[in-house]
């Protein structure tokens, strides 16, 4: 069975500051995505990574993905208060299911 | 012109009740989902529906049944509802097939009393 793990599940960091979020997974995949989650509010879909090398950015949001270590990243450049959110990576295999990370929520202290 | 929609946002019942929930999509997609987020925000896949056709359909209790009446359409009913079915049920949908790109609800946060 496909397993999807973040790390870390909370992380509290300044504004300005740089961090990296993990994505492991257990299992070849054919696609990971990232998506955002506010409080209270619905999933936002952030990136498609399709293919190993994969490199996607929009802001201060890069994301990338290694098939071959089964690891995606969600690199947070200089980071604003707006950031803050709970983000997920899911990951799917032979095109079933997505299988959703735990999550990690990011909170961003002026 | 809101793209998944839900129905209810809140819902609050009584333990033994019966509820429904209602979800629509406007966008095409052939490919309908009922996921539900407990209090830790773990997100987990109950049912999935492709062109009113039962995909997937995970270990769920047999309380809860879908009903896919077309593919924009997709209702998920709780039969004698208990404490423990209190969470965020999200539905969501995605083009072609199961595994791609989910869009998702704004969610119906159910609390059973």
């Known amino acids: 069975e496909l397993k999807v793990e973040q790390n870390p599940l909370f992380l509290s960091m300044q504004e300005g500051k740089n961090y990296t979020i993990y994505c492991n997974y257990s299992?070849?995949?054919?696609?990971l995505y990232w998506y955002r989650q506010d409080p209270g509010k619905s999933l936002e879909s952030l990136f498609v990574?399709?293919?190993?090398?994969a490199v996607k950015q929009e802001g201060r949001l890069m994301a990338s993905l290694d098939t071959t270590a089964r690891l995606s990243t969600l690199h947070i450049t200089a980071a604003v208060h707006d950031l803050s959110a709970t983000y997920f990576c899911?990951?799917?295999?032979?095109?079933?299911?997505?299988?959703f990370g735990t999550g990690t929520r990011l909170t961003i202290i002026p | 012109d809101t793209a998944v929609s839900q129905t209810p946002k809140y819902l609050v019942t009584q333990m033994g009740n019966d509820k429904s929930i209602k979800c629509e999509q406007n966008?095409?997609?052939?490919?309908m989902y009922w996921y539900k987020q407990d209090s830790k925000k773990f997100l987990k896949i109950m049912f999935s529906?492709?062109?009113?056709?039962?995909?997937i359909n995970e270990t769920v209790p047999n309380r809860f049944s879908p009903k896919s009446p077309d593919k924009a359409h997709l209702n998920l009913h709780i039969n004698s509802l208990e404490l423990g079915d209190s969470a965020v049920y999200f539905c969501?949908?995605?083009?072609?097939?199961?595994?791609?790109?989910?869009?998702f609800g704004q969610g119906t946060r159910l609390t059973v009393v």
């Open positions: 969501a949908s995605s083009p072609l097939r199961v595994g791609t790109e989910a869009f």
């Open positions: 899911a990951v799917s295999q032979d095109l079933e299911k997505l299988t």
């Open positions: 529906y492709n062109n009113k056709e039962l995909i």
């Open positions: 299992t070849t995949s054919d696609r």
């Open positions: 990574l399709l293919s190993n090398g």
């Open positions: 966008l095409g997609h052939d490919t």
